[in-house]
């Protein structure tokens, strides 16, 4: 399982805090929410990803989240706070309601610890009176609270649906190149798409099967193969391969690739008629 780091960076007395939250069907995060007791050892990885602040902050950083995918918005916020950051922040979070808000106690007062922060909460399904926002994310939000996509360094995590809709925005205005993104659950594939053709092989293997549209990870699965995953959500490198000649489709940014001998994430790509890969 792969959950994300929500401590400051500055922490200095070698402890983090990783923030899991509890899902009804979800084994390993209601052990560690019941089960888990002081004293347990628990192995982990080395910590990965690219999600992280630059050493060198522009003077506005925007910071957008929804649901769970706080955790890692707030670990920025929070190392933003006790470096001393004096630039420009606004944060923008979404959550059902306050009663599903992680972090909702420190929330309250998080801009209060900030010299130039704007803390803005919209509360999707529980709004509550004269909140200055409401509804999903729309650019419209980045309007109100001043925010220009265009000249904003701006980090966004959450929902695949949050995140697609903040790259469409980004995309629409030309300002992709200042978005960096990270989602805690990757889309439902569509098996009916119409590039969900070809044959997808897997040359050490020697096997191959037709492109049923699925993503190759759960292709190569299916196929009897058992290759190496971690996320299944294109956030760790476990389970990355070469892909050796064709084009695949990325299931969250719509992305084609079509270089040859390049390597991909097979949890969150889908083949785009032919493709060999190196499982």
Do not use: W
Request: net charge negative; glycine share 8%.
């Amino acid at each position: 399982r792969v959950f994300s780091v929500s401590s400051s960076t500055e922490n200095r007395d070698g402890t983090f805090t990783v923030s899991v939250k509890a899902h009804p069907d979800g084994y390993v995060s209601q052990f560690l929410r019941s089960g888990l007791s002081k004293g347990t050892i628990v192995h982990l990885s080395q910590a990965e990803g690219d999600f992280v602040l630059p050493k060198e902050l522009p003077d506005h950083v925007a910071l957008v989240s929804g649901g769970s995918g706080i955790t890692p918005v707030m670990s920025m916020a929070r190392s933003l706070r006790d470096r001393g950051h004096t630039g420009r922040i606004t944060f923008l979070h979404y959550a059902k309601s306050r009663e599903d808000e992680i972090f909702s106690d420190e929330l309250d007062t998080l801009a209060a610890s900030l010299p130039d922060a704007q803390v803005v909460r919209v509360y999707t399904r529980a709004p509550e009176e004269d909140a200055p926002l409401s509804g999903r994310f729309h650019v419209d939000h980045l309007k109100h609270l001043g925010v220009d996509p265009v000249d904003t360094l701006t980090f966004a995590c959450g929902p695949a649906g949050l995140i697609a809709a903040v790259r469409d925005t980004y995309e629409e205005l030309g300002a992709l190149d200042q978005l960096r993104v990270e989602y805690f659950k990757v889309p439902s594939v569509d098996l009916d798409a119409a590039d969900a053709t070809g044959t997808l092989s897997f040359e050490a293997s020697e096997t191959a099967a037709d492109n049923s549209g699925a993503t190759i990870l759960e292709q190569a699965e299916a196929a009897g193969l058992k290759p190496d995953f971690g996320c299944r959500m294109g956030v760790c490198n476990t389970c990355a391969v070469k892909k050796l000649s064709g084009a695949v489709r990325h299931v969250v940014t719509g992305e084609v690739g079509a270089n040859t001998d390049e390597t991909i994430k097979v949890c969150v790509q889908v083949p785009v008629g032919d493709v060999v890969v190196d499982l």
